[in-house]
């Protein structure tokens, strides 16, 4: 994890996803979370594994948001919807996807830090359950680097290869097999 005292923020980042928690302007004791992944990355874990139309990285990070608000109400704290907008997208590319930044109030910086914690682990949990059940996080807590080279090693390298085939209809098809 990435501590910035200067901004007043959290960081926990690699090539798979972004978790930032920074401080909210005027707003003491509150902060910003904000998360994101890389749809790239993820393709070599997830492809063909959930079916069409659905993809367990984009439902995995849908579903940490919740994940996050759930995981704080639990602690006393309360979590909204923040008006900022999200700025994860400089600097990552093609493929990045984010969420809607939440707003996390009343915090203190050490419920915060457990917060990014949770959502590192929480995140990449949710992702594996739906594309790889069988594979578990290591126990303990794995810094963004670790996390990144444990991903990695989940991914298949030829992994378009070995999906199973699109469902596709021949041209001049109509929905009910006639042509």
């Known amino acids: 994890m990435v501590t910035t005292a200067a901004i007043g923020s959290l960081e926990y980042t690699n090539d798979f996803f972004s978790l930032v928690i920074r401080e909210a302007p005027n707003r003491p004791g509150s902060y910003v979370f904000y998360s994101g992944i890389s749809m790239p990355r993820f393709d070599p874990i997830c492809?063909?594994?959930?079916?069409?139309?659905?993809?367990?990285?984009?439902?995995?990070?849908?579903?940490?948001?919740?994940?996050?608000?759930?995981?704080?109400?639990?602690?006393?704290?309360?979590?909204?919807?923040a008006e900022t907008p999200s700025d994860l997208l400089g600097g990552h590319g093609t493929g990045w996807y984010q969420e809607?930044?939440?707003?996390?109030?009343?915090?203190?910086?050490?419920?915060?830090?457990?917060?990014?914690?949770?959502?590192?682990?929480?995140?990449?949990?949710t992702i594996l359950a739906a594309c790889q059940p069988g594979v578990a996080l290591p126990a303990g807590a794995l810094g963004p680097e670790a996390m990144q080279r444990f991903l990695e090693s989940h991914g298949k390298p030829n992994y378009k290869a070995i999906a199973p085939s699109k469902i596709a209809k021949p041209t001049g098809e109509t929905a009910d097999g006639r042509c």
């Open 100 to 125: 809607n930044a939440l707003l996390i109030e009343d915090a203190s910086f050490e419920a915060v830090r457990e917060i990014l914690e949770f959502s590192a682990r929480d995140l990449v949990r």
């Open 47 to 81: 492809w063909g594994k959930t079916g069409i139309c659905s993809n367990a990285a984009f439902k995995g990070l849908q579903q940490l948001r919740a994940n996050v608000s759930l995981f704080a109400n639990q602690r006393g704290i309360v979590t909204k919807s």
